[in-house]
């Protein structure tokens, strides 16, 4: 706000930093006279707080000087103004993190004005009166009432007083998602400090099974013994982390250190969620794999009778480079169909497997899982599908089919899923891809293609279709009441079928790219109603808090900060796009805007032949480029460059046979 000089009257004793070395020193100032809507306090205890120290030090690059630090209040009323009717002198009260905010907001007349877009700290920050606030490391403290609460008659005042900021910190975010009075969870707290022990103790207290995830082995003892903790795990032991796989509903992270969010999100099951509260002054790391991917537990391998004979294009080595390759492939079983390949999709997945970016190729691999072609065959099993029919494989090849996931149609996310290529089918056999002239699918794995799309241009609609699909259907973007504001970040394979998605089920669709070259065929070929260039610090000011979802397509590594400020408050993010590298995620647009950062991969059948029927209505297909397999290595180099718009078909079934 607009700073002003207020007469500032009554004469304060505080400790006060003046610099970046951060020594608090003592230091006398004035605060305002107790006006018609504040309290006087006189403050007995001021809990130390992490975000002190980023303050005193200006860590974070916001801090004005003098600074008097303290946000973790309690104290006694010794003065009331006319308008103040809940308080009284000598209440037990608490001041906490908020000094001010506009009070006209829809945050504001919702009660979150923690939200609003104008909130002041207790401490550096701009009061109504253009003054600059100072916190609760001194003598006293005149507070507007609507920031202030009643402290109970029955807590000590010294031991309340951290509730105020690590509390509640920790209280929002369990409340949010529904730990108070819901059934028992599993839930994990990383970190044991400030934070941490509360978490523990409310999660105890709502009657949860707690474990702390710490880096401390010798923390395991007071978490137990002393706060009550029903496990224990050292995040560094990947025996002890590997143990407990996908058995926590819900985690809360509360370090304030960077930090890698990868092996702590492998502990979450299918849909847990990882909450962070700490605010690590740089980026966390977050890899894009345990985010969007179940990571695959692998079937023992044996050596099954495999007589048809296939000729496709494989990759032998981790140059990447696709040669000729005669394999084998089994005969059609009963629950089987045999399909002539006419048509496959080149994804950048393919790029990685064959170049084995993510270190779990086996080679030699056949890529392809966007295939779609003619049924030449059917087991004995199978009434879902005929010869002739026009079908579709996409990313998955088989899973247990008796896990809770597959049960429900989303075998997806069974945790014994088998990809198209480099997985190992029931029969213990590596998968080989589309990138050949013929493949066996088990039928439960199989799609229809809508008769009025064409087979080329379809292809992509099995993984890169689904993949932006799913997420907007999680997200009830598929049949929503009201039109969204969501936004594609990249224009690529992924992102310019999310675009035809986004308009197609009529909401405003914002792109957003570093590439300027690309806002005409944005808006004019496919229809996007905005354009972002995400380099430009004026458009992404322009546009913040203004979108309710984003979708980010991207593959190559990337900063998240920029993107979430676009989103509205309790706005979400989904990460589709896999870069082999940790993508960056600063805490901070993630905390104070209560905005959620989500991972998806691929869809269910059931989704993905719901998908397809969509498009067919829709008339929905992807813009394609088709090569022939004589071009296969030449069109990987261009995919790798991004060089394409937007997606490569190898026609199989083409001029240049197998």
């Known amino acids: 706000m607009a700073q002003t000089t207020p007469n500032h009257t009554q004469t304060v004793s505080g400790w006060a930093a003046h610099d970046s070395s951060g020594v608090i020193t003592p230091y006398t100032f ?100 253009g003054s600059i606030t100072y916190g609760g490391y001194s003598k006293m403290l005149v507070a507007d009432q609507r920031y202030v609460v009643f402290v109970p008659e029955n807590l000590p005042m010294d031991a309340a007083a951290p509730l105020l900021c690590a509390g509640v910190t920790v209280y929002c975010p369990m409340k949010d998602h529904n730990l108070f009075e819901s059934p028992k969870k599993n839930i994990g707290v990383v970190g044991l400090g400030g934070l941490g022990h509360v978490a523990v103790k409310f999660g105890k207290a709502f009657g949860h099974h707690v474990t702390v995830i710490s880096t401390s082995p010798s923390k395991e003892k007071e978490a137990r013994e002393r706060l009550g903790a029903d496990d224990f795990v050292v995040s560094t032991d990947a025996g002890q982390m590997q143990s407990r796989k996908r058995t926590l509903d819900f985690i809360l992270d509360t ?103 993510w270190g779990i190729t086996m080679y030699p691999v056949v890529p392809g899982h966007e295939i779609t072609g003619l049924i030449t065959k059917v087991g004995s099993n199978v009434t879902n599908f005929k010869t002739g029919d026009k ?101 690529g394979g992924l992102g310019h079928v999310a675009v035809k998605f986004g308009k197609a089920f009529g909401h405003h669709v914002t792109v957003i790219s570093t590439s300027p ?50 989103l509205k408050v309790n706005g979400t993010l989904v990460i589709v796009g896999a870069p082999d590298k940790p993508v960056d995620l600063p805490a901070f647009p993630l905390i104070f805007g209560k905005r959620a950062v989500k991972g998806s991969m691929t869809g269910s059948i059931t989704e993905t032949q719901e998908m397809l029927d969509l498009c067919g209505k829709h008339n929905i297909t992807c813009d394609i480029e088709t090569v022939t397999l004589d071009k296969i290595n030449e069109a990987f180099d261009r995919l790798a460059k991004n060089d394409v718009k937007y997606r490569f078909v190898i026609d199989i079934a083409g001029k240049t046979r197998l």
């Open 30 to 129: 004035k605060r305002r006279e107790n006006g018609i809507n504040d309290v006087t306090i006189e403050i007995l205890y001021c809990g130390m707080c992490h975000t002190d120290i980023h303050h005193v030090k200006n860590e974070w690059g916001i801090t004005m000087y003098p600074v008097v630090p303290g946000h973790e209040i309690t104290g006694l009323i010794t003065k009331v103004g006319s308008n103040v009717t809940k308080f009284k002198i000598g209440d037990k009260v608490g001041v906490g993190c908020l000094a001010a905010s506009c009070l006209e907001c829809e945050f504001c007349k919702d009660s979150q004005e923690n939200y609003c877009d104008q909130i002041q700290f207790t401490y550096n920050g701009i009061f109504w009166d």
């Open 255 to 357: 370090v304030s250190a960077h930090h890698s969010l990868g092996p702590t999100l492998e502990l979450l099951k299918v849909n847990g969620t990882l909450v962070i509260v700490g605010a690590p002054d740089k980026p966390i790391a977050l890899p894009s794999f345990p985010l969007i991917f179940v990571t695959h537990s692998l079937m023992a391998q044996t050596t099954p009778n495999h007589t048809q004979t296939a000729s496709g294009w494989a990759a032998h080595d981790s140059a990447g480079t696709l040669t000729p390759y005669t394999f084998k492939r089994r005969e059609n079983g009963i629950n089987d169909v045999t399909i002539k390949i006419l048509y496959c999709g080149m994804c950048h997945t393919d790029i990685h497997f064959a170049k084995n970016d």
């Open 391 to 491: 079908v579709g494989v996409g990313c998955l090849a088989a899973s247990c089919l008796e896990c809770e996931f597959c049960k429900d149609s989303q075998e997806n996310y069974c945790d014994q899923i088998q990809l198209t290529y480099n997985g190992i089918f029931w029969d213990g056999s590596i998968t080989y891809g589309g990138y050949s002239n013929m493949i066996i699918a088990d039928h439960r794995f199989v799609v229809h293609m809508p008769e009025n799309l064409p087979m080329d241009a379809a292809a992509p609609l099995l993984c890169a279709g689904i993949t932006v699909f799913s997420p907007m259907k999680d997200n009830n973007l598929i049949h929503s009441p009201s039109r969204k504001k969501i936004g594609i970040v990249g224009l």
């Open 517 to 566: 070259s690309k806002e005409k065929e944005a808006r004019e070929r496919l229809g996007a109603d905005d354009f972002i260039i995400s380099t430009s610090i004026e458009q992404l000011q322009s546009r913040k808090r203004s979108l309710d979802f984003i979708l980010d397509t991207v593959s190559a590594h990337h900063s998240l900060g920029p993107i979430l400020e676009l």
